[in-house]
């Protein structure tokens, strides 16, 4: 009697470790899943970001050529300040709040006077002192494309050696070439030897749909 009364003690024993077991072990399970699915939201998130970064690059080398064709088709007065096109005719790196100019990004000083009026992605305006010129309608990636030029010189007025970074072409053989052979095709832009050219900074600035912000910066020569 007592022995079977033993034997019963000891198999409510075995099952009550079984349960605990059995219990902890769906604990862990339970967590296992929570941490695959956290993990899982991560990497799409981090797919997601890297696919709009990469979207805002695209963006920004669209901007690049924007500009460099609005200089093409403006390469006769480029003397002057022209705001609307977001065209400045010298560094302006001197002057303003911390006497270093414009701040294109605005994380260089704390100030907005001397600052771009950038245009965000959500139609929203930085506040600032210069205008940019900003592509219409946005990107296919609902990126909006910003831009400002400016000419790699100490002041406004004509392109000159002195004050100026600029250059004398020497090797475009005349006002003609093409693309398979030289003098095959006229290109209206390209200039003739001896001439001065300067060099143009292009600074863009890229607002993505997802608050992201880029900046590419070109220099290109004209």
Request: glycine share 14%; proline share 2%.
């Amino acid at each position: 009697m007592q022995r079977n009364l033993a034997c019963r003690i000891d198999n409510r024993n075995q099952r009550g470790v079984a349960l605990m077991v059995a219990m902890i072990a769906l604990v862990v399970m339970a967590l296992a899943g929570v941490a695959l699915l956290r993990a899982v939201d991560t990497n799409a998130l981090v797919a997601g970001n890297l696919a709009f970064r990469q979207s805002a690059v695209n963006a920004g080398d669209s901007g690049v050529e924007s500009a460099r064709t609005w200089l093409g088709a403006n390469s006769a007065g480029l003397e002057q300040d022209l705001a609307a096109s977001g065209y400045y005719a010298s560094r302006m790196n001197v002057g303003g709040v911390d006497g270093k100019g414009i701040d294109l990004t605005g994380s260089r000083t704390t100030s907005t006077a001397d600052d771009v009026k950038w245009v965000n992605a959500d139609g929203s305006t930085q506040p600032g002192q210069y205008t940019p010129f900003c592509v219409a309608a946005k990107d296919e990636g609902g990126n909006k494309i910003c831009y400002v030029i400016h000419r790699l010189c100490d002041q406004t007025g004509p392109l000159a050696d002195a004050g100026c970074s600029s250059t004398y072409s020497a090797t475009s053989g005349g006002g003609s070439a093409g693309t398979l052979q030289q003098g095959s095709t006229y290109q209206k832009t390209i200039v003739g030897e001896g001439t001065l050219m300067g060099f143009y900074r292009i600074s863009v600035r890229v607002s993505g749909p997802r608050n992201n912000t880029g900046y590419v910066q070109a220099v290109v020569q004209y």
